[in-house]
């Protein structure tokens, strides 16, 4: 296969590692365009991941970074970092805990601060398929730009789907639900990854987040992104 369930490291909910999973691994994505002459612009996609094993303990660290321009002005500037805890009981039983981090230039938050916990379940394990869902409650503390901030009690849901189609390829789909009193996040990343070596990568992805009430001065409430990229892993 691609990349056994564990070094896959979807964002939402990592499965456990098999036996062989190295301690610490890795794995960094880009992908940039540049577009030049009627139309100049240029968009820049960064991501990056370490995971490391202490036991039945699943440690990561995320950070994400997205810029888009056009005839020089900016029009997506978005920043993200993520770090995530996951504790596996004997059979399909996990907790969890995240805190996340993020700014995004033009959906109206100067920036978001999320704390999350709660319980996992891993419905499917196995060579070809992966399937996990989980839900808890959580804390968010939004900083808006010319209001007093808000701080918000979160409803939690998500599940992270793998199949590994060929032995050369993989698809992965993510989503999540966050409910609070002011508005519902919803987020998804849907995946397709291609081995091109033992290290490298070609990733097409697409991703949607979805506010259902930001605020005033944002621009949408649902940004996409659809990218092509390279992974390294290590």
């Not at 995004?104 to 992966?130: K, M, N, P, T, W």
Request: proline content about 5%; cysteine-free; charged content about 20%.
């Amino acid at each position: 296969m691609l990349a056994s369930p564990a070094a896959a490291n979807p964002f939402y909910a990592p499965p456990p590692p098999t036996d062989d999973a190295p301690i610490f691994s890795g794995d960094a994505e880009l992908g940039f365009t540049h577009l030049s002459g009627n139309t100049n612009s240029q968009t820049l996609i960064g991501k990056s991941r370490l995971t490391w094993l202490t036991g039945d303990f699943i440690h990561s660290l995320r950070g994400e970074v997205r810029n888009v321009s056009k005839d020089g002005e900016t029009s997506a500037e978005q920043y993200l970092v993520a770090g995530r805890e996951r504790y596996d009981f004997n059979g399909p039983h996990y907790v969890f805990g995240f805190a996340r981090w993020e700014k995004d230039r033009f959906a109206g938050y100067d920036q978001q601060l999320s704390v999350i916990g709660g319980y996992g379940r891993q419905l499917l394990e196995g060579s070809r398929h992966s399937l996990s869902l989980e839900a808890g409650p959580g804390y968010r503390n939004d900083r808006l730009r010319d209001a007093d901030n808000e701080q918000l009690a979160v409803a939690y849901t998500a599940l992270a789907y793998h199949w590994g189609f060929s032995d050369y390829a993989d698809i992965e789909q993510e989503m999540s639900v966050e409910y609070t009193q002011q508005n519902i996040t919803g987020r998804s990343l849907t995946a397709l990854t291609a081995r091109l070596n033992s290290r490298m990568s070609l990733r097409l992805s697409h991703e949607i987040k979805h506010n259902s009430q930001p605020p005033d001065d944002a621009s949408e409430r649902t940004d996409n992104t659809t990218s092509a990229s390279l992974l390294y892993h290590w």
